[in-house]
């Protein structure tokens, strides 16, 4: 019974912010609630026992892709002299394509229910994990790596004040 509190919980969290995201007239702000939709799916990973997803989740998502973009709004506006604002013209529209959306899964998810109990798992997700990122996609792991430290040269780069 907790786990199902616990997740509707996290389930009020992930749909007001990503509304929030969408919402939001400051440009920064939006960034905020992003980044607590992002800790809100770490939660959920951790309800489903994925404890190496919830910290890649915190660490890579919700810190790291978070930082960047603050850095890019914090440049840009700095750049152009003035606050950035976003418009949202198009809101019915998007309301009724995700109204359709959750039309057909809801329809699906009725046809076939789900489980009522999750299948208990026979290895350590966790350490299965580690090793293939350590193993077989230790090149991808790596470029990724190279890919954040790019973001954040060039944001350094930018950042820096014009002599």
């Known amino acids: 019974m907790t786990e199902q509190i616990t997740f509707a919980a996290l ?3 992930l749909v007001g912010s990503a509304l929030a995201v969408v919402l939001s007239k400051n440009l920064f702000h939006a960034v905020l609630w992003l ?3 992002l800790t809100g799916t770490a939660g959920v990973f951790l309800l489903l026992d994925a ?12 810190g ?14 700095r750049l152009i002299g003035e606050r950035l604002t976003q418009t949202n013209m198009r809101i019915g529209g998007g309301a009724l394509i995700s109204l359709v959306l959750l039309g057909f899964i809801v329809n699906v998810l009725r046809k076939s229910p789900l489980p009522a109990a999750r299948p208990e798992m026979s290895v350590d997700l966790t350490r299965v ?14 470029l ?9 040269l060039g944001a350094i780069y930018f950042a820096r004040p014009e002599d």
């Open 35 to 37: 980044a607590l939709a």
């Open 11 to 13: 389930a009020i969290i």
């Open 144 to 152: 990724l790596a190279v890919l954040m430290l790019a973001g954040m």
């Open 129 to 142: 994990l580690g090793e293939l990122v350590l193993t077989r996609y230790v090149l991808p792991f790596e």
């Open 64 to 77: 790291g892709i978070i930082t960047i973009v603050v850095f890019a709004i914090v440049v840009t506006e």
């Open 51 to 62: 404890e190496f997803l919830a910290a890649v989740q915190l660490l890579l998502y919700a």
